[in-house]
């Protein structure tokens, strides 16, 4: 059973940057047969994709984080990393890691479907 822990969350004023990070136990990353993202939840919003990546290292990006989100692993250590800069105040929410020990294509990586472990989220807040 693989275990997924988030860290990196805080508060920032608008225009500021956070790196998230989600550390994996019993999880290894292959080309082939695994897929990550982040997630995001704001208090009375569904979850929605932010960044995917699957196995080959191909990733997919929500609309709105564009340009000023990026995603990336350390195969090595089994870490995802979320770069979020520019942030904005509509980007408060509840930042989830999740995992698949499957492939994916890129398309797919920002579906909830698509994974089969969670972890327990960090909070982000953007305020002035």
């Known amino acids: 059973q693989a275990g997924l822990v988030e860290s990196g969350g805080g508060s920032v004023q608008p225009g500021g940057s956070l790196r998230l990070s989600c550390a994996t136990s019993g999880f290894t990353i292959s080309r082939t047969r695994s897929c990550m993202a982040w997630f995001r939840q704001a208090p009375g919003r569904e979850r929605e994709g932010v960044a995917g990546m699957n196995g080959g290292g191909i990733t997919n990006y929500a609309d709105s984080v564009k340009g000023r989100f990026t995603i990336s692993r350390d195969n090595a250590e089994g870490t995802l990393y979320l770069q979020m800069n520019s942030l904005k105040p509509e980007d408060t929410a509840m930042y989830y890691c999740?995992?698949?020990?499957?492939?994916?294509?890129?398309?797919?990586?920002?579906?909830?479907?698509?994974?089969?472990?969670w972890g327990q989220g960090t909070q982000v807040t953007v305020s002035s």
């Open positions: 999740a995992a698949a020990d499957h492939y994916c294509f890129a398309a797919n990586s920002l579906y909830s479907s698509t994974y089969n472990y």
